[in-house]
């Protein structure tokens, strides 16, 4: 049985057509939905080194939509004995929390048919670096909090704008894995 | 009572003197290893928006060494009804466990007085999408797992090449964000 999502016309840049054609996809056929994302790391010097992001899994094949690299580096700033050419790797969480909640903001204003005119966050993440240093086995290594804020303008009134956030917020893979974890495991080949 | 940690000379890239006295500033001023670090986001249009990380305050003081934004756009590809004008926010969290474990490698392996040679990694996360798409209640939204394999060669045997691997992941702020989760605080302005 394939239930029908009710359409809506595009809206805040989002084909909500094919976002409900997707979800349509996903309901009929399951294994659509399982992604396997990527990246390479090359270390260049000290604690500087640059991230490589194109290729992934998803939809039932390897995606080919992206022809060219996505290249990032990282790097500790100057007082953290590094050289200073990106940001550190915690920053980037920052971002991906950001990012991945924003994204999720547009989508669901577009599902719910509210045009946006703007959404901006700040995000900041406290951090005792007695942890990652050994200093304090009382410190744990990553941040103790992070806080986010979002400023959002649209056309509808403010409780629905704040629960575009928090459905954003209750779907966002981001905020999923920051707040619950994940396994991570680290394998070695040396030579 | 200060201890004075033992010296070596620079290595890998790493100024292991600065990191050295670094240590031992945070140890006679505990105060000086508290960071706060910070992004700001902007939504463009659909899924692709965009953040700008720059300040930060750490060892007493706002930091005034980054004299330029850098900026990284996020984005949802074709197959996700978005544009593709950067990497997925899930695909920067790849990024930044590997190079959290990178850059703690190469400052271990200075202290340690091993000499690399090559370091890289690649990263794999497996995600569902029936989660972030609301179409299974059994299924997170995050990844279920994630995935780091370093190769790595250096002037040492196997098994300390190894070492310097693990003990970069006991130390790692991002591996321990990723593994155990963090509070995250989410608030809304609007208007």
Redesign the interface.
């Given at each position: 049985m394939t239930t029908i999502s009710p359409t809506r016309p595009p809206l805040?840049?989002?084909?909500t057509p094919?976002?409900f054609a997707?979800?349509d996809a996903?309901?009929g056929t399951?294994d659509l939905?399982?992604?396997?994302?990527?990246?390479?790391?090359?270390?260049?010097?000290?604690?500087?080194?640059r991230?490589t992001?194109r290729g992934?899994y998803?939809?039932g094949q390897e995606?080919t939509?992206?022809t060219e690299d996505?290249t990032?580096d990282?790097?500790?700033?100057?007082?953290?004995?590094?050289?200073?050419h990106?940001?550190?790797?915690?920053?980037?969480?920052?971002?991906?929390?950001?990012?991945?909640?924003?994204?999720?903001?547009?989508?669901i204003a577009a599902a719910r048919g509210v045009a946006?005119h703007?959404?901006?966050?700040?995000?900041?993440?406290?951090?005792?670096?007695?942890?990652?240093?050994?200093?304090?086995d009382r410190v744990?290594?990553?941040?103790?909090?992070?806080?986010?804020?979002?400023?959002?303008?649209g056309d509808a009134p403010?409780e629905v704008?704040?629960a575009l956030?928090?459905q954003s917020?209750a779907?966002?893979?981001?905020?999923?894995?920051?707040?619950?974890?994940?396994?991570?495991?680290?394998?070695?080949?040396?030579?």
């Open positions: 805040n840049g989002v084909d094919t976002l997707t979800l996903a309901k399951p939905a399982k992604f396997q994302f990527r990246a390479t790391n090359r270390w260049l010097s000290g604690t500087h080194n991230s992001i992934f998803g939809a995606d939509s992206r996505f990032y990282a790097d500790h700033p100057a007082v953290l004995v590094g050289t200073g990106g940001p550190t790797p915690v920053e980037f969480l920052l971002h991906a929390i950001a990012a991945c909640l924003t994204a999720g903001i547009a989508n946006l703007a959404v901006s966050s700040t995000v900041e993440g406290d951090i005792d670096l007695l942890g990652i240093l050994g200093l304090s744990r290594n990553g941040y103790q909090g992070i806080r986010v804020s979002f400023q959002i303008s403010p704008l704040r956030v928090e917020r779907r966002s893979a981001v905020y999923d894995v920051l707040t619950n974890g994940v396994p991570v495991s680290v394998e070695v080949s040396s030579g």
